[in-house]
C-alpha cells in the first residue's frame, strides 16, 4: 500500500471537489489524508462538509491581514503544523504570494474547470461556452506565479453539446473535476509525477488513446 500523503486543503466556496476528496478517501481509492482545510470565507459550505467528518479547519479572513505576505504566511505556519505534504487548492479564491510558493515548491495543486491554458481565470466553464467551443474539460496543474499556468498533471475533456445550457455544460465538467482531481493527487501520492520544464510525466504509464476526438462526429471523411 502507498504511504498516505498528508494534504491541506484550501477553500473558499461550495467545497464539492473536497467532497469528493473525502470519499474517495473513504472508500480506499485515495492515499491521501486530509489534515487540515483552510478557508478564505467564513460561510463557506465546504466548513460544514469538515466538520460532518471531524476535519481539522481554520478560517483566514484577508480582512485579518494587512498584507497578501501577512496572510499566507498564517496559511503556511498552520499547514506546517499539521505537516501537510501537498496543498491542494479547491476553489480557493486567492492568488498565492511567491512567499507561499517558496513554502511548497512543486507541492501545490488546483483544479480549472476549462483546458488550460484557454479559459484561464474566473468562470472558466461559461467563457468557454460562450464562446463556442465545441469540446471543453478540466485541468488539473501545479500552481506556479501566474494564474492558473502551472505545469498540467491531467486534463479531462467534455463535449459541448448543441443542447447544453451554461449549467448543464458546468455540470458535466465539475463531475469530471471530481473524478481527475482524485487521480492527480493519488499519483503524487505514489511518486509518479515528474515535472520536466513544463511537461509533467506519468511514470510507469502506458500511452493511451491514440484516436482524435471529433464534435460533431466525422461521419464520410
Ligand atoms: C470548481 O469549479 C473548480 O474548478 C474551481 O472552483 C470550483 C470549486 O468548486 N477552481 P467546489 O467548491 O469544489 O464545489
Redesign the pocket.
Known sequence: MTKKTKIGVL????????QSIIDNIEKGLLDADIRVIISSNPDAY?LKRAKRRNIPAKIIEHEDFKKREEFDREMIDILRSYSVELVV????MRILSPFFLKAFPMRIV????ALLPSFSGLH??QKAFRYGVKFSG?TVHFVDEGVDTGPIIIQAVVHVRDDDTEETL?AR??KE?HRIYSQAIQLYAEGKLEVVGRRVRIKGHKQIGESPLHNPPLTKF
Open positions: 477553500v473558499s466556496g461550495s467545497g464539492t471537489n473536497l465546504a487548492m479547491a476553489g480557493f488546483n483544479i480549472h474547470p472558466g466553464q478540466c458546468a465538467i465539475l473535476e
